[in-house]
Structure formats: C-alpha cells, structure tokens
C-alpha cells in the first residue's frame, strides 16, 4: 500500500527527529568550530531518513535497491578519498547537477507510471495537485543539472572563465522562462507527452543559458545559487512521492542556499534578482591585463619577503584561488608559525568570494589547522590594513583589485574588495606578470610603490620563505 494512504505514527516521528537533524547540521556548519558536529547530525539525519523510507514503502526489489545504494556509496566514497581540495568547487558543482538530474528522472518515472506513485486515479490521470509540483519539479531540475554542468565545465577550466554573452541574452532568457510557465499552466489541462517533453527540453536550455554569461568572480554565488534550486528540486519531488522528509530536506537545503546566495550578494554588491535572471555581473569592461602589463613594477625575493614580514608587528595574510591550486595552505601556516614565534601578530583576510565557491578559503585553512581566532572576514578586518605591516597577498587577485572601488567600466566594479593598497607593504605572491584574475581584469595593486611582486608558484615561494626565516 502506498504511504500516502497508510502512515503508521511512528514514520512521522522518525521524519521529525531527521528534520531536527538536518536543522543542527545546518547550525553546525554556520562555525568552523561545531562544522564536524553539524556533519555528524546531518549523518545521522540521513540515515534515520532513508531507512525509514526503505522500511514503510513497499519495494519491488529490495534488493536492486541495495545494490543501488551500494554502487553509489562506493564511488561517493571513493571519489571524497580522492578528491584534491582545490578540486572541491568543480565537485560541489558535479553533484548539484546529479540532484538536478535525479529530480528529472523521479518526475520522468512518475508521468510514465503515475499509479503506483499514488498520483493518479485507476484510469492514469494525473492529479492536477501533482502535476503542479511534477511539472515544477522537473523544470527546477532540468534547470539544476544543465547550469551545474556548465558551472563544472567553467571552474574545471574545460570552458573560458569570462562570460559568454549571447545577444538580446535578456529577451531570450526571459522569453523561455516564460513559455516553460506557460506549457506548465497547459499541462495542468493536458497531460500529453509532447507537453512533458517540451517543459523538461526548455529547462534544459534555460539553464544552460542563464549560467553562460556569468563571469568568474562571480562563481562563488553560482554555486551557491545552484545548490539553492537543487534543494527545491528535491522538495518538489518529495511532493511527488509523499515523502516528508524529501520535502524537509529540499525546503532546507533550498531556503539556506537562497539566503546564503542573497547574503554573498550583499557582499559583492549585487542585485539578488539579477542572480536569478542570470548574466548579472558580466558586462564587458575595461582592465584588459595583458596591455598594462609594461608599467613599472617591483620584483622582490623570497629573502626580501622574510626579512620584511620578521621586522613587522602585523602580517595580514589575505589567501585566493592560487593559494588553493598550488596546495599552498600548509606551508602559509608553517610560515606563519614562524612569524608568531618572533612576536609578529599574524592574521588572514578571507574575502565572502574568495575562490570558486562559498567557504572555499575557510575550508583549506582549516586543513592547515590554522587556528579558527586568526581567520576573519572583509567586515571585521578591512579597516586594519591601514595599521599593518605588511599585507602577504597570496594567489587573489579579483578580491584585492581596486578597480572595483573606481572604475565604473569594469566587470567588478561595485564589489567590496580588501584594501591590501593601505598597508605600509604589500607582498603579492604571482606566477607572472603575464595573467590576470578569473575576471580578466588587471589590478593595479602590481604597480604601487609600496607593491614587491613575488612571482612564482605560490607553494614554492612560501616554502622558500620559510627556509629563508629559519636561517
């Protein structure tokens, strides 16, 4: 018997303890210190969720679905062994689209077979509360999986970083988005296949097209973006199988990464409905790097470095995405060390999109074991580079460009930026002169007087840094 139509008291007990769980994890992950808690409760969760699920629906073939959750352990499990964190972004993307993937696949399984679904009299029609959140479901879905493998192929670097930009984007987007609503309102009087297929096949496309033209400092809320609809894909389709917990999970997950993207907004400076309607953030500008880059500048060594950061009574250390791609973090805390060790004050400036997703930064330092009281936010820490040192800039660039703060014809301009420039000395680790941000746009933080460039990769200049300290 279907579990809309007997529901021992019990299972929504269970379903309650498990939405408790979820609602801790999400508490625990708010702090570095309680995010191994939180974890653990979202675990736990989860799995009072599915064996609930397993035990109160009547299964064709247990089994088969064993061995379902088997397979997809096991590469799960293989896949968090193996992962490199610098690869974490393009990981959280790929599984954002499965989400997405599956929410499509559950719907497609429903409209094929409604009546062991429960959504549907004897003779195969559809409820139309159902095919409400059937439709919404796969079109939300649809949406999830094709912007998630584009964000994949961008931070992978299988696609340009820069944004794509289409013309007449803006009557496109909003033309499609209007015709999936409509065909949605008609497959609530017509259940036909055709109607089906067009939803799905132009959710598909919209998502691709509102995730092109997006540039690369803006990723970070692409990602979280994303795992906001994935949630509310998976909420619809708990609607589709009366399964409560499906609905609690999706609407948390869902409503989390809404806010988290509309606070990351905040911090950048952007219009929350421009994320939705895509493109935001991606308008040709100036700063091309590769012209500006025969202006005077300072190259300094890694003995130079050692010898400034030791003489100073604060370092700001501000860590980016070079950081993570050299795998840098635990030679930065080993440098640290040593600088706390001749009484320097040592601190980090963690931009809110410093990376390719939210916390990226965060996460890496916390790998380091880099205490959790040195690690602060732009809000709290920008007004102190005034007062510092040295400011140590390792692989961020976007993050620390004023351009954003003055030059209205540039892709960043607006976002809130780390104002490294108002230390005494600014140390910026670079492979060359040559590149520029995922952005692509060139910071003239290079071409200050108080600017030493540091130019190699960033986990050897750091560990020769080290060796220069030690002697």
């Given at each position: ?372 009281d040195e690690v602060f936010e732009l809000e709290d820490i920008n007004g102190e580079f005034a007062q510092t040192d040295v400011a140590f800039v390792i692989g961020a660039n976007d993050v620390t460009n004023p351009a954003a703060k003055t030059d209205k014809t540039s892709p960043i301009y607006g976002m809130p930026v780390l104002d490294v420039e108002k230390a005494k000395t600014v140390l910026f680790v670079k492979r060359s002169m040559g590149g520029v941000g995922y952005a692509g746009v060139d910071n003239d933080v290079f071409y200050m007087d108080n600017t030493m460039m540091l130019l190699a990769d960033a986990k050897k200049m750091v560990e020769d840094i080290v060796k220069a300290m030690a002697h």
């Amino acid at each position: 018997m279907h579990e809309a139509l007997a529901v021992p008291a019990w299972v929504g007990f269970a379903y309650l303890i498990a939405g408790v769980c979820f609602v801790l994890a999400l508490r625990g992950l708010s702090s570095p210190e309680s995010s191994r808690r939180g974890n653990r409760y979202g675990m736990i969760g989860m799995l009072i969720a599915v064996v609930t699920t397993l035990i109160t629906h009547e299964i064709a073939s247990l089994p088969e679905i064993l061995i379902a959750i088997l397979i997809g352990g096991s590469v799960g499990f293989v896949i968090a062994r193996r992962i490199a964190m610098t690869a974490m972004p393009q990981l959280v993307a790929a599984f954002h689209s499965l989400v997405g993937l599956a929410a499509v696949l559950v719907a497609g399984a429903a409209y094929l077979n409604p009546i062991p679904f429960g959504i549907a009299d004897l003779d195969g029609v559809i409820h139309l509360q159902s095919r409400i959140e059937m439709g919404l479901g796969v079109a939300i879905g649809a949406i999830t999986f094709s912007g998630s493998v584009i964000a994949f192929l961008k931070l992978n670097g299988n696609m340009s970083g820069k944004p794509i930009m289409l013309p007449g984007r803006h009557v496109i987007n909003l033309g499609t988005l209007a015709l999936i609503l409509g065909l949605i309102a008609y497959f609530l009087t017509d259940q036909s296949t055709w109607v089906f297929g067009a939803v799905t096949a132009l959710s598909f496309l919209i998502g691709f097209l509102l995730i092109i033209p997006i540039g690369g400092a803006d990723m970070p809320v692409v990602v979280s973006m994303l795992n906001s609809y994935s949630g509310w894909a998976a909420a619809a389709m708990g609607f589709t199988l009366h399964n409560t917990a499906m609905i609690i999970t999706g609407a948390l997950v869902g409503s989390s990464g809404a806010i988290l993207s509309y606070i990351m907004c905040r911090a950048m400076n952007r219009s929350f409905i421009s994320v939705i309607a895509g493109g935001f953030g991606a308008e040709a500008g100036g700063g091309g790097g590769a012209a500006q880059t025969d202006r005077p500048w300072k190259r300094g060594s890694a003995e130079d470095a050692a010898f400034m950061m030791k003489q100073a009574e604060q370092v700001i250390i501000v860590p980016g995405y070079g950081m993570a791609v050299a795998q840098a973090q635990h030679a930065l805390r080993e440098m640290a060390d040593l600088l706390k060790k001749e009484g320097v004050t040592v601190k980090y400036a963690i931009h809110p999109v410093a990376g390719r997703m939210p916390g990226h930064m965060n996460v890496l330092l916390a790998e380091a074991n880099v205490p959790y009281d040195e690690v602060f936010e732009l809000e709290d820490i920008n007004g102190e580079f005034a007062q510092t040192d040295v400011a140590f800039v390792i692989g961020a660039n976007d993050v620390t460009n004023p351009a954003a703060k003055t030059d209205k014809t540039s892709p960043i301009y607006g976002m809130p930026v780390l104002d490294v420039e108002k230390a005494k000395t600014v140390l910026f680790v670079k492979r060359s002169m040559g590149g520029v941000g995922y952005a692509g746009v060139d910071n003239d933080v290079f071409y200050m007087d108080n600017t030493m460039m540091l130019l190699a990769d960033a986990k050897k200049m750091v560990e020769d840094i080290v060796k220069a300290m030690a002697h």
